[in-house]
């Protein structure tokens, strides 16, 4: 689907440096699979004990050697009685590294993770590097626009969609009628054939909870919650204060995700990927769980005031350029509401491998040529999202086809009855 010489993939180091409570200097967890010179370093990590590591191996062996479906057929459990019960990891590892690492990623505490959730990922990790593409992550979507140029797909931005009303015209096809905002202003109606709904789960439940015939059903659901995330962004004069292209966790135990000590990871993105910043210039991201930044009640100020002090203990060398607002330059404070949606237990939540029946929203049936896709509607990633829109594109090309075909033969029948 994605041509990934063209997006010009640079990638992070396997492993991480983690923020150790009481220790001055970052310790860094090495991954002795993916680069073997690492094994000694990662033999004498502070992070994690002897013991922990060596209990590694198993779910190592277990990620390596099963297929995604044969992970996702194992027993569910919430990812921290996974960790504590089947692994047997210690408290002390798991606060320090496995917690901030998969929470940042899952943007939950463990024990509102699914199991197997955590076994993809850790294959997705054992497989492959994770990277960033030149231009951005909107880079994606723009080779995505490219793809879809080429084949005669014209893609109209900023139109809203309001409301879906379905058509019957004949016995054959069903009609929908879409309403958006027109870009000279005022409403616009779209006549189509076939609908997918691209959206997260709560814009998708408000149109579906619109439409005749399922408002009721729909309207009827448990509302399925979303994580939110606060990303912070610092610009500022070289050097960087890491120069590995490494993800940086917080493992500071109890003192981590409050008010005093926000951050959970951090990375300079700019180290990965040079042309994420201006020549002679870093961009360094901080990511803010929900629980650390809902203290702050919205206070942006607040929020930066503690990143900053923060960050000035992780980078001493840096403190007071960290602390200086004219030289580490604050480009923007983002909190995400609808970032992710949950994966373990609710009923409908997104922890399903291969995506689940786009013709129907969380059990409920939608009217025919309607289908919806979205990381709700697979597994909360991104690959889970591309692949719901796969399965939704796949089905509406099929309805389509099959539309096309029907109407061909209404057409030979009238034809033959006027010959008649």
């Known amino acids: 689907m994605l041509d990934y010489d063209a997006l010009d993939l640079k990638q992070f180091l396997p492993g991480a440096k983690v923020k150790l409570q009481g220790r001055d200097k970052l310790a860094t967890v090495a991954d002795p699979l993916r680069r073997r010179r690492d094994i000694f370093t990662a033999l004498v990590s502070p992070v994690g004990t002897p013991l922990d590591k060596l209990r590694l191996l198993p779910l190592f062996y277990?990620?390596?050697?099963?297929?995604?479906?044969?992970?996702?057929?194992?027993?569910?459990?919430?990812?921290?009685?996974?960790?504590?019960g089947k692994y047997k990891f210690s408290e002390e590892f798991i606060s320090s590294f496995l917690g901030p690492f998969l929470e940042g990623i899952y943007l939950s505490p463990l024990e509102k993770q699914s199991s197997h959730m955590f076994h993809f990922v850790m294959k997705m990790f054992t497989t492959g590097l994770t990277s960033l593409p030149r231009g951005g992550m909107q880079a994606v979507a723009n080779q995505?626009?490219?793809?879809?140029?080429?084949?005669?797909?014209?893609?109209?931005?900023?139109?809203?969609?309001?409301?879906?009303?379905?058509?019957?015209?004949?016995?054959y096809c069903e009609e929908f009628l879409l309403e958006v905002d027109s870009k000279g202003g005022g409403k616009q109606t779209v006549h189509a054939k076939s609908i997918v709904i691209a959206t997260d789960i709560g814009i998708a439940r408000t149109l579906l909870e619109d439409i005749d015939g399922i408002e009721q059903?729909?309207?009827?659901?448990t509302k399925?919650?979303?994580?939110?995330?606060g990303c912070i962004y610092y610009g500022f004069q070289s050097p960087a204060p890491l120069a590995d292209p490494i993800l940086i966790l917080n493992g500071e135990g109890s003192q981590r995700n409050?008010?005093?000590?926000?951050?959970?990871?951090?990375?300079?993105?700019?180290?990965?990927?040079?042309?994420?910043?201006?020549?002679?210039?870093?961009?360094?991201?901080?990511?803010?769980?929900?629980?650390?930044?809902?203290?702050?009640?919205?206070?942006?100020?607040?929020?930066?005031?503690?990143?900053?002090?923060?960050l000035s203990t992780w980078f001493p060398d840096h403190a007071n350029d960290i602390m200086d607002e004219s030289k580490w330059v604050q480009k923007g404070i983002y909190v995400i509401n609808n970032a992710q949606p949950t994966h373990y237990g609710k009923d409908g939540c997104a922890n399903v491998h291969?995506?689940?029946?786009?013709?129907?929203?969380?059990?409920?049936?939608?009217?025919?040529?309607?289908?919806?896709?979205?990381?709700?509607?697979?597994?909360?990633?991104?690959?889970?999202?591309?692949?719901?829109?796969v399965n939704a594109g796949d089905a509406a090309g099929r309805f389509l086809a099959e539309a096309r075909c029907q109407e061909g033969q209404r057409t030979t029948l009238h034809t033959s009855n006027k010959n008649e």
């Open 62 to 84: 277990a990620v390596m050697t099963k297929s995604i479906d044969e992970l996702f057929a194992m027993e569910e459990t919430d990812t921290l009685t996974c960790l504590k």
């Open 144 to 171: 995505l626009e490219s793809k879809a140029n080429e084949l005669g797909v014209e893609v109209q931005f900023g139109s809203r969609a309001l409301s879906i009303k379905p058509a019957g015209n004949d016995d």
């Open 217 to 221: 059903r729909v309207k009827s659901l």
């Open 224 to 229: 399925l919650p979303q994580r939110s995330v």
């Open 258 to 310: 409050t008010k005093e000590f926000p951050v959970n990871n951090v990375c300079f993105p700019s180290i990965v990927q040079r042309g994420y910043a201006p020549n002679g210039y870093e961009l360094c991201s901080v990511s803010v769980l929900e629980k650390a930044s809902s203290e702050h009640a919205g206070d942006h100020t607040s929020l930066d005031a503690s990143v900053r002090k923060q």
């Open 354 to 389: 291969g995506g689940r029946d786009c013709s129907s929203f969380q059990g409920v049936a939608m009217p025919s040529g309607m289908f919806v896709c979205g990381d709700h509607m697979a597994t909360s990633t991104f690959n889970g999202a591309l692949e719901s829109g």
